[in-house]
């Protein structure tokens, strides 16, 4: 079993629609969890950090259920620019000693 | 941009060979991690640098090792090159806080093709 597993998708979605992701982790003293995401060929970059009360920013939020060991992402009023994939990334270092493992990604396309 | 550079960005090898990836963190970083990621997947962590020291280190073999300097640049090395070495290879710089949950920055990555 994958330390993180994410559906890989792609999920294909018409502009305006909600769109929720989950990702599921093994290593139950994990201690943080993000979302990033990566445009084609490009680098990732940090979408959002996931509080243990659940965080929104905008359009995007974000909730971790530790008792099932997972997290979910949300997009509503899905933009084209969306459109990329999303790496869900938990450390299950301890302390100061860090392990980031990232899922495989989870591939949105938004159409017109 | 993140301000995290990488070099090269392209680099071909063949079997058996060595190669080292540089890294220089954005300003005011003092810890880098490595990733690898291979073409459809996620990056797999390689190992981190906290201030000179490795401090965490994933699933890899001894062949990759690394090193960071005082200016907490870094290097990834790769012996005995295999054929599953291709990938793009990713640094990424933070600033631990205190916080478990500090943002790392990532480079452009340097794309490696063994033959």
């Known amino acids: 079993r994958k330390e993180v597993e994410q559906d890989p998708g792609p999920f294909n979605v018409p502009e305006g629609a909600t769109v929720a992701f989950n990702c599921t982790y093994s290593n139950s003293a994990s201690q943080s969890f993000f979302w990033y995401r990566q445009d084609c060929r490009k680098e990732p970059k940090l979408l959002m950090s996931?509080?243990?009360s659940g965080n929104e920013d905008g359009r995007f939020t974000a909730q971790l259920n530790r008792a099932s060991q997972y997290i979910s992402l949300l997009i509503r009023d899905s933009k084209l620019s969306d459109s990329a994939t999303y790496l869900c990334?938990?450390?299950?270092?301890?302390?100061?000693?860090?392990?980031?493992?990232f899922g495989s990604g989870t591939k949105l396309n938004v159409k017109p | 941009e993140t301000g995290v550079t990488q070099s090269p960005t392209h680099l071909i090898k063949t079997r058996g060979q060595q190669v080292t990836l540089r890294c220089s963190s954005q300003s005011g970083h003092n810890t880098v991690s490595w990733y690898q990621q291979a073409l459809g997947q996620g990056p797999q962590f390689i190992f981190q640098?906290?201030?000179?020291?490795?401090?965490g280190r994933g699933n890899f073999p001894p062949r990759f090792s690394g090193l960071q300097f005082p200016n907490y640049s870094s290097e990834l090395n790769v012996n005995a090159l295999e054929l599953d070495d291709s990938a793009l290879y990713l640094c990424?710089?933070?600033?631990?806080?205190?916080?478990?949950?500090?943002?790392?920055?990532f480079g452009p990555g340097t794309r490696l093709t063994v033959l």
């Open positions: 640098y906290y201030r000179e020291e490795e401090n």
């Open positions: 990424a710089s933070s600033k631990p806080s205190g916080s478990a949950l500090d943002e790392q920055f």
């Open positions: 990334v938990v450390n299950m270092g301890q302390y100061n000693f860090n392990k980031f493992y």
């Open positions: 996931v509080y243990s």
